[in-house]
């Protein structure tokens, strides 16, 4: 995306930033107010050098109460996703566009509020502080939200769905694909259901065709029940926040 301005959490963004450094500053973040009704700032988690990065809309309500990213049910679909797709989900990094839970209330109920564009510009310098720390060499966009922080506010998933794109500056290459969410919103309709699904795969199986995985030919089982958090790999810092241009592949 390209912007004639810094998005306003670049300020909260260390000098030569490690992971640790990151997840710390950011629960100091007020760069929009959505922080005032969320339990907690929700990071990204994953290896620090992962070769493929997953970028969502933003925390649901069981990642605010748990303060991990793709914990609750729309995380189950993308873990059983991954598998189908022998995409190993210890050697990915997930996160989303923007890092706290907006959401209205209904009865005792949270329900998701979508953000809106001052918000998602808000919270994009976390984004391109992790991207430039793990340096993936693709990014996957799960649904609409994230699509459009990358590739402008006039992307449709339902034009350009599962293509392999530029991803200059942010990675090689960029796709954008459903959100698991919406899989889950299909569950009333099985054929609906099943399609998507199937495309969802397919997608996930295009994005991983230009990695390459450790161990790929026995991709580790995704589990519901521990989530692989960031571990620095190097001790060589990341330049501050911003992604640096990938050389030409």
């Not at 620090?48 to 605010?64: H, I, N, Y």
């Not at 699904?197 to 199986?205: G, M, Y």
Request: net charge positive; aromatic share 8%; proline share 9%.
């Amino acid at each position: 995306m390209q912007t004639k301005k810094e998005s306003p959490s670049l300020s909260y963004v260390p000098p030569n930033p490690s992971y640790a450094s990151l997840v710390r500053a950011s629960k100091t973040c007020e760069a929009c107010d959505l922080y005032k009704n969320a339990t907690q700032t929700v990071f990204g988690e994953g290896p620090t050098r992962a070769p493929m990065v997953f970028v969502g809309e933003q925390p649901g309500d069981q990642e605010d109460r748990q303060g991990h990213p793709f914990v609750g049910p729309a995380g189950r679909v993308l873990d059983a996703a991954l598998v189908e797709a022998g995409i190993p989900r210890d050697q990915v990094y997930v996160t989303n566009a923007v890092k706290h839970f907006k959401w209205e209330p209904r009865g005792k109920r949270r329900i998701h509020s979508k953000p809106n564009a001052a918000e998602i510009f808000a919270c994009h310098g976390w984004l391109e502080a992790e991207l430039a720390l793990v340096k993936p060499d693709v990014v996957v966009c799960l649904g609409a939200t994230a699509a459009q922080a990358f590739l402008g506010r006039t992307f449709k998933i339902t034009q350009s769905r599962g293509q392999l794109l530029d991803g200059a500056p942010w990675a090689p290459k960029v796709l954008a694909t459903y959100h698991p969410s919406a899989l889950l919103r299909m569950m009333q309709d099985p054929e609906a259901y099943e399609k998507a699904k199937s495309e969802f795969e397919a997608d996930l199986r295009t994005a991983a065709s230009v990695v390459t995985f450790a161990n790929a030919s026995r991709p580790a089982k995704a589990s519901t029940e521990s989530r692989p958090r960031a571990v620095p790999t190097s001790t060589t810092a990341a330049s501050r926040g911003r992604p640096r241009r990938p050389a030409a592949r």
